[in-house]
């Protein structure tokens, strides 16, 4: 076999690698893709220049490529799961087709957050005057935003009543792999961003009030960003809730959202 020229060499405590040269280049940035030879803890290595089977690359190349499409696939993965949650009626709901013309002040602080959630932020007003629509458009902006983890971007827009439902199935499934909708109130205190939407309108059981708590108190433990939206006023959530969960709830900025209902001005 000839001998090929040792561009690199590698030694400690009696092992060594060696990176020779080869005939076979990245077609991507042109760098040699080296045969290596070694010894490392007395096991001979030799590998012959390669390319990955998906492309004429070199290794840092490919591994570029495959962080890329798993990037792709995981971003593809939570923005469908992020997507289902929403309902039929504000599918389409989004910061551009807001009007922010009857309150600008809310739109800007939504906008705001969406874009570099933290702390918490509870939107209250009367049924109909667009919370959950900015709900939905935070959601869209959480899962475009360029964050250095994108883990960060993992985001979840659901209806108190039936984030309630799947607590409730979840307490009575003793499956130990549950089917898809049935979750704990855990994976709700660690995602990264919630979107709990028409807080106050749940049935105020027991089981309801201790599992919104647990989840609110959770989330203000760990500085998890919560987006809530409320159709009472603060004075009443704690009528009907409890000032116990109140408190949890209004753990942040509160901002009364004003305008019609733009249910009543949308054209028959």
């Known amino acids: ?24 280049y990245c077609e991507k940035c042109g760098q040699m893709i080296f045969d290596v030879r070694g010894l490392i803890q007395e096991v001979n290595i030799a590998v012959e ?48 087709n807001f009007d922010p013309s009857e309150d600008m002040e809310t739109f800007m602080a939504v906008n705001t957050w969406a874009r570099n959630p933290h ?11 667009g919370k959950s629509h900015l709900g939905v458009a935070a959601l869209k902006q959480i899962l475009s935003n360029p964050v250095p983890r994108r883990h960060d971007r993992t985001v979840e827009f659901i209806k108190t009543h039936a984030l309630i439902d799947k607590l409730r199935k979840a307490q009575m499934d003793d499956d130990d792999n549950p089917p898809p909708g049935h979750y704990a109130p855990q994976d709700y205190i660690v995602i990264p961003n919630l979107i709990l939407d028409d807080v106050g309108v749940e ?16 989330r203000l433990e760990r500085s998890k960003p919560t987006m809530i939206t409320c159709n009472l006023h603060p004075d009443k959530v704690g009528e ?6 109140a408190s949890r709830i209004f753990s942040g900025k509160v901002i009364e959202v004003k305008g019609r209902d733009r249910r009543l001005l949308r054209p028959v």
Not at 119 to 129: A, H, R, T
Not at 203 to 212: A, D, H, K, Y
Request: proline share 5%; with cysteine.
């Open 1 to 24: 076999m000839v001998e090929t020229e040792v561009i690199k060499f590698t030694q400690c405590d009696g092992n060594f690698i060696e990176l020779r040269a080869s005939k076979l």
């Open 49 to 96: 220049a390669h390319y990955p089977a998906v492309g004429k690359w070199c290794p840092e190349c490919f591994i570029k490529w495959l962080d890329e499409r798993h990037d792709a696939e995981w971003n593809a993965a939570q923005r469908n799961h992020a997507t289902r949650s929403i309902p039929a009626n504000l599918a389409n709901a989004c910061f551009e």
């Open 119 to 129: 702390g918490n932020l509870i939107l209250w007003g009367k049924p109909g005057n």
């Open 203 to 218: 049935r105020p059981t027991e089981f309801c009030l201790e599992s919104l708590y647990g989840i609110l108190d959770g």
């Open 240 to 245: 009907r809730l409890s000032d116990r969960l």
